[in-house]
């Protein structure tokens, strides 16, 4: 089965610093990975997904992830923190069949402090 | 614009009552689902529908219930058997053809016990 564990339930970064929020998944097929946002009391927003045409993904935001198969990673990053990118993030993998669910990683709430 | 409305926002519940959750879609898609959310627990999949009249259990589908009677609705009840339904619960779709197609989710409605 599939399984997506994020690093860190809780990262910390001062306003401009580099942001770095870590995936790494499980899967016996290649996958197709997806990083989300969420904000307070809304629901989530697709920030990239993978899906094997490149390993480096740009979504909005200015934020991109890198696929690394011997690694089994799909690390988000984003070179300058904003506080309006303060939310949580969520990891999920697809389960490889057409129109089932994702399967997610338990979330990443990123703080930008000034 | 097209998107996903779940209604209401927020609702109670009483001990022994069934509440239903809406949930409507106007992106055509095929593929439907309802997640729970609770914090630091990620979302967990409740069920999910791939097409009209046809829809199969999630990871966590005991005490609650689904229809799927038209392509654009996808209603969720939350049974008297749910013991602990206080949680955030957000309803997505996505299109049929291929595993890549990203999830595009509803707002959220936010239960809680009276």
């Known amino acids: 089965a599939q399984s997506v564990t994020q690093l860190g339930s809780h990262v910390s970064v001062s306003e401009g610093a580099l942001v770095l929020l870590r995936c790494n998944y499980s899967?016996?097929?290649?996958?197709?990975l997806f990083w989300y946002v969420q904000y307070p009391n809304q629901g989530l927003q697709l920030l990239l997904k993978?899906?094997?045409?490149?390993?480096l993904v740009k979504g909005i935001n200015g934020f991109e992830a890198e696929f690394k198969k011997s690694e089994t990673s799909f690390h988000l990053t984003k070179p300058s923190a904003h506080m309006s990118d303060a939310a949580e993030y969520f990891c999920?993998?697809?389960?490889?069949?057409?129109?089932?669910?994702?399967?997610f990683g338990k979330g990443t709430t990123l703080s930008v402090s000034s | 614009d097209g998107g996903i409305t779940q209604s209401p926002k927020y609702l109670f519940r009483k001990e022994g009552q069934n509440v239903t959750l809406s949930c409507e879609q106007n992106?055509?898609?095929?593929?439907m689902y309802w997640y729970r959310q609770d914090p630091g627990q990620g979302l967990r999949l409740i069920y999910y529908?791939?097409?009209?009249?046809?829809?199969q259990k999630g990871d966590i589908a005991e005490g609650y219930s689904v229809s799927r009677e038209k392509k654009e609705s996808f209603p969720l009840t939350v049974t008297s058997a749910q013991k602990n339904p206080t949680a955030f619960y957000l309803c997505?779709?996505?299109?049929?053809?291929?595993?890549?197609?990203?999830?595009?989710f509803g707002d959220g409605t936010r239960l809680s016990i009276l």
């Open positions: 997505a779709s996505s299109a049929s053809g291929g595993d890549n197609q990203p999830q595009h």
């Open positions: 899967s016996s097929v290649p996958p197709y």
């Open positions: 993978y899906t094997s045409a490149a390993t």
């Open positions: 999920a993998v697809s389960e490889g069949q057409a129109g089932t669910a994702l399967i």
């Open positions: 992106l055509n898609h095929d593929a």
């Open positions: 529908s791939q097409i009209v009249n046809d829809f």
